[in-house]
Protein backbone atom coordinates (compact mmCIF):
# COMPACT_ATOMS: atom_id res chain seq x y z
CA UNK A 1 0.00 0.00 0.00
CA UNK A 2 1.29 3.36 -0.79
CA UNK A 3 1.97 5.65 2.65
CA UNK A 4 2.64 9.02 0.54
CA UNK A 5 0.79 11.33 1.79
CA UNK A 6 -1.80 13.00 -0.14
CA UNK A 7 -1.56 16.44 -1.63
CA UNK A 8 -4.08 19.73 -0.41
CA UNK A 9 -4.51 19.33 -4.32
CA UNK A 10 -5.55 15.05 -3.84
CA UNK A 11 -8.02 15.79 -1.15
CA UNK A 12 -9.50 18.67 -2.30
CA UNK A 13 -10.03 16.50 -5.76
CA UNK A 14 -11.55 14.16 -3.76
CA UNK A 15 -13.59 16.74 -2.32
CA UNK A 16 -15.10 17.85 -5.41
CA UNK A 17 -15.79 14.48 -6.55
CA UNK A 18 -17.90 14.08 -3.57
CA UNK A 19 -20.35 16.91 -4.84
CA UNK A 20 -22.49 14.81 -7.09
CA UNK A 21 -23.75 12.63 -4.56
CA UNK A 22 -23.90 15.09 -1.93
CA UNK A 23 -25.88 17.35 -4.56
CA UNK A 24 -28.65 14.25 -5.15
CA UNK A 25 -28.66 13.54 -1.51
CA UNK A 26 -29.31 17.28 -0.42
CA UNK A 27 -31.99 17.21 -3.53
CA UNK A 28 -33.87 14.19 -2.28
CA UNK A 29 -34.12 15.50 1.92
CA UNK A 30 -35.18 19.26 -0.02
CA UNK A 31 -37.44 17.59 -1.90
CA UNK A 32 -39.13 15.27 0.77
CA UNK A 33 -39.12 18.51 3.19
CA UNK A 34 -40.95 20.90 0.27
CA UNK A 35 -43.37 18.50 -1.18
CA UNK A 36 -44.68 18.16 2.78
CA UNK A 37 -45.56 21.80 2.43
CA UNK A 38 -46.92 21.72 -1.90
CA UNK A 39 -43.81 22.77 -3.03
CA UNK A 40 -40.72 21.56 -5.15
CA UNK A 41 -37.29 22.17 -4.79
CA UNK A 42 -37.40 24.38 -7.97
CA UNK A 43 -40.11 26.78 -6.45
CA UNK A 44 -38.57 26.39 -2.96
CA UNK A 45 -35.93 28.07 -4.41
CA UNK A 46 -37.24 30.73 -6.26
CA UNK A 47 -39.73 31.33 -3.11
CA UNK A 48 -36.65 31.65 -0.69
CA UNK A 49 -34.63 34.47 -3.04
CA UNK A 50 -37.74 36.03 -2.61
CA UNK A 51 -37.46 36.06 1.28
CA UNK A 52 -38.67 37.95 3.85
CA UNK A 53 -39.94 40.82 1.25
CA UNK A 54 -38.03 41.49 -1.75
CA UNK A 55 -39.56 42.07 -5.14
CA UNK A 56 -37.39 40.61 -7.53
CA UNK A 57 -37.34 40.27 -11.25
CA UNK A 58 -37.43 36.90 -13.03
CA UNK A 59 -34.04 38.22 -15.08
CA UNK A 60 -32.67 38.95 -11.54
CA UNK A 61 -34.00 35.75 -10.03
CA UNK A 62 -32.79 34.15 -12.89
CA UNK A 63 -28.94 35.64 -11.64
CA UNK A 64 -29.01 34.80 -7.90
CA UNK A 65 -29.81 31.48 -8.87
CA UNK A 66 -27.54 30.72 -11.58
CA UNK A 67 -29.83 28.64 -13.33
CA UNK A 68 -31.26 28.83 -16.63
CA UNK A 69 -34.33 31.76 -17.68
CA UNK A 70 -36.62 29.15 -18.94
CA UNK A 71 -36.60 27.56 -15.60
CA UNK A 72 -37.34 30.47 -13.44
CA UNK A 73 -39.79 31.54 -16.02
CA UNK A 74 -42.04 28.06 -15.29
CA UNK A 75 -41.15 27.54 -11.99
CA UNK A 76 -42.53 31.09 -11.10
CA UNK A 77 -45.38 30.21 -13.57
CA UNK A 78 -46.26 27.62 -11.26
CA UNK A 79 -45.35 29.71 -8.20
CA UNK A 80 -47.75 32.12 -9.36
CA UNK A 81 -50.45 29.51 -10.40
CA UNK A 82 -50.29 27.80 -6.88
CA UNK A 83 -50.93 31.72 -5.61
CA UNK A 84 -47.32 31.40 -3.92
CA UNK A 85 -46.37 34.61 -5.75
CA UNK A 86 -48.04 38.07 -7.29
CA UNK A 87 -46.88 40.15 -9.91
CA UNK A 88 -46.64 43.94 -9.35
CA UNK A 89 -45.48 46.16 -12.13
CA UNK A 90 -42.33 47.31 -12.61
CA UNK A 91 -42.26 51.18 -13.31
CA UNK A 92 -38.48 50.79 -15.39
CA UNK A 93 -39.82 47.85 -17.81
CA UNK A 94 -43.37 46.97 -18.71
CA UNK A 95 -42.49 43.22 -19.52
CA UNK A 96 -40.03 42.60 -16.38
CA UNK A 97 -42.72 42.96 -13.14
CA UNK A 98 -41.35 42.08 -9.85
CA UNK A 99 -42.41 38.93 -8.43
CA UNK A 100 -43.01 38.95 -4.42
CA UNK A 101 -44.28 36.29 -1.87
CA UNK A 102 -47.86 36.16 -0.75
CA UNK A 103 -48.72 35.42 2.37
CA UNK A 104 -49.22 31.86 1.60
CA UNK A 105 -45.65 31.92 -0.04
CA UNK A 106 -43.90 33.41 2.70
CA UNK A 107 -45.39 30.46 5.29
CA UNK A 108 -44.84 27.76 3.02
CA UNK A 109 -41.15 28.75 2.66
CA UNK A 110 -40.68 29.79 6.20
CA UNK A 111 -41.95 26.36 7.47
CA UNK A 112 -39.54 24.34 4.92
CA UNK A 113 -36.71 26.75 6.01
CA UNK A 114 -37.75 25.99 9.72
CA UNK A 115 -37.64 22.35 9.41
CA UNK A 116 -34.36 22.91 7.49
CA UNK A 117 -32.50 24.86 10.09
CA UNK A 118 -33.45 23.30 12.46
CA UNK A 119 -31.52 19.88 11.01
CA UNK A 120 -28.79 22.08 9.87
CA UNK A 121 -28.23 23.28 13.37
CA UNK A 122 -28.42 19.67 14.77
CA UNK A 123 -25.79 19.26 11.98
CA UNK A 124 -23.20 22.00 12.65
CA UNK A 125 -23.09 21.12 16.38
CA UNK A 126 -20.21 18.17 15.51
CA UNK A 127 -18.00 21.78 14.16
CA UNK A 128 -16.41 24.83 15.24
CA UNK A 129 -17.51 28.16 13.70
CA UNK A 130 -13.99 27.87 12.31
CA UNK A 131 -14.64 24.85 10.38
CA UNK A 132 -17.86 25.91 8.96
CA UNK A 133 -16.43 29.19 7.95
CA UNK A 134 -13.55 27.73 6.46
CA UNK A 135 -16.05 25.25 4.57
CA UNK A 136 -17.89 27.94 3.18
CA UNK A 137 -14.99 29.76 2.42
CA UNK A 138 -13.46 26.95 0.14
CA UNK A 139 -16.99 26.56 -1.23
CA UNK A 140 -17.68 30.13 -2.51
CA UNK A 141 -14.52 29.92 -4.37
CA UNK A 142 -14.69 26.52 -6.11
CA UNK A 143 -18.25 27.74 -7.41
CA UNK A 144 -16.52 30.84 -8.20
CA UNK A 145 -13.65 29.10 -9.69
CA UNK A 146 -15.62 26.70 -11.79
CA UNK A 147 -18.09 29.15 -13.13
CA UNK A 148 -15.18 31.43 -14.62
CA UNK A 149 -14.09 28.18 -16.12
CA UNK A 150 -16.36 27.78 -18.03
CA UNK A 151 -17.30 30.92 -19.82
CA UNK A 152 -13.88 30.65 -21.16
CA UNK A 153 -12.92 30.67 -24.76
CA UNK A 154 -12.48 27.35 -26.10
CA UNK A 155 -8.36 27.13 -26.11
CA UNK A 156 -8.45 29.78 -23.83
CA UNK A 157 -5.85 28.48 -21.12
CA UNK A 158 -7.41 28.57 -17.56
CA UNK A 159 -6.67 31.01 -14.82
CA UNK A 160 -4.00 32.50 -16.87
Same mark, same amino acid.
Given at each position: ???????? =??? @?? !? +??? &?????????? *?? #?? /????????????????????????????????????????? =??? @?? !? +??? &?????????? *?? #?? /???????????????????????????????????????????? @?????????????????????
Amino acid at each position: MDNTPKSA =ADT @LY !E +AIQ &LTRPLLRHIT *AS #VD /AMSRDAGVSVGQRAVLEVMMPDRRLTGPQITEILQLKRQFV =ARM @LS !E +AKF &LELVQTEPNP *AH #VR /AHFFKLTEKGFKAISLIRAREMALVQDFANQFTEAEISCHHRIQ @LGLTDWFANLGEQKEGEEPCG
